[in-house]
């Protein structure tokens, strides 16, 4: 890790947002505790940033009916970085907003490295993790996303439709994923000033900084097909072929990991 | 289809872009003769509008590789719309500028309803043709696109990265998918303007109006998540997928069509 010395005193702080409702899911089962190879998406959120040496804390954002099973979880396997369960909100930002108050009464410095990360993105690559840590580097904000394959419209109302307003240039279009990645106090002060606009309403962290802080490039960093959203119980069979290699991908760097240090032990 | 006779006089063209390489495909084996279901793609495609009884024609656009392939499926098939196969060019453009040349010299008349397919999209739904042709008693112009599920992010270059330049509402971001649909004079007339300008390089024929006829609607038509395009070997399985359920429901469509013709010559 000799690239990232210079940076080894700011914290890397994973923020797992698991506390959406998601209507569009089984009432009775929220997506964030169903199983998908063996493991609740929201424990395969989790252990992509617990087994990333380069992640320091993990801050985990529930709603009250899933406190209960995330803390069985968390105790259960152990997660070491885990250092808070906080209650989220009613809606994605309040969640952030949430986290980001207790990240600042737990004293986290304004140079931490923050990546926000929705719990139902279960495989994101830790390689995606890396390039938002690395993108702070250069960067106050950055985002993972993937390029759109598809032609993206841009429409507007006319009566009861919608109809192309603008078509834009396929390569600067990108579909958002997970985790958005953020200076501390460049997240705080988007967020800071967007609570003084009435008209907020943002769905996107990322967003927070392009409309309230314009001024602020955010890097793009390369997200995955396979860092897929679970949304609807028809995403459940694809996510469950994606977790069995996921397994292998993750025992492969473990094993990977466990060498490099014994490497590095016997080196000493 | 007492809703349509005013319109009836107008022929629904459906021009079958199959002229692609597939640079990333089997070169050996170009996608859109690649079979799915027990049948190729582009006769997918075809029948999609063969069977449609609202669509008059059909004109299948092809490149020389597969041009002996495709006239074996439709004489093997026996697709009675298909008036013309015609060479395509180098780009989809070139393919659509040369169906338009051909529609012009069979005499087309200035209000037929021309629907522009991507063969490699096979699965398209009876809803989303019949949808471009209501659209188009409205409009001049149409396209079928479903709603981004996920958030988009406008881009420029910013050294040798991408930054968000943007963050369009998402209600109002869609993906593109195809048949586009255009009444004749309106595509011809876009296509000409198109053609004035040396920067002139679309991969969208609703870009083309768009851009070149700024004052032109073009209305959305809803599409599927099944009406994917087969782009890479990975898609094959999905594509696979669909076709099982593809078959069953237009298997469907043809029986309630066979039973209302039954009816209505009962009636007579």
């Known amino acids: 890790m000799t690239d990232n010395e210079s940076h080894a005193d700011a914290p890397v702080v994973a923020v797992v947002l698991a506390a959406g409702f998601g209507t569009r899911f089984d009432p009775n089962n929220p997506k964030q505790l169903v199983s998908v190879g063996g493991k609740a998406i929201v424990a395969w959120s989790i252990e992509a940033f617990e087994t990333d040496p380069r992640v320091t804390d993990i801050v985990v954002v529930v709603n009250p009916r899933v406190r209960s099973a995330v803390e069985e979880l968390v105790d259960g396997a152990g997660y070491p970085k885990v250092r808070l369960i906080i209650d989220g909100g009613a809606e994605r930002v309040d969640s952030t907003m949430a986290a980001l108050d207790a990240l600042a009464a737990n004293g986290i410095p304004a140079d931490a490295k923050v990546l926000i990360h929705d719990a139902v993105r279960p495989f994101v690559l830790r390689s995606s993790i890396d390039g938002c840590i690395d993108a702070l580097d250069e960067y106050r904000a950055a985002t993972v996303a993937v390029a759109s394959t598809d032609t993206v419209l841009l429409t507007r109302d006319l009566g009861d439709r919608k109809v192309v307003d603008s078509v ?101």
Do not use: C
């Open 168 to 268: 834009p240039d396929r390569p600067n279009t990108f579909r958002a994923q997970t985790p958005q990645a953020f200076r501390f106090a460049t997240i705080r002060d988007a967020y800071a000033r967007a609570a003084e606009d009435p008209d907020f309403h943002p769905t996107d962290d990322t967003r927070v900084v392009v409309d309230y802080l314009p001024g602020e490039p955010v890097a793009i960093v390369a997200g995955s097909e396979t860092n897929l959203k679970v949304t609807t119980l028809a995403d459940l069979p694809i996510a469950e072929r994606i977790a069995q290699d996921a397994a292998k991908a993750r025992a492969k760097e473990r094993m990977h990991e466990v060498l490099a240090e014994a490497a590095g032990r016997m080196r000493r």
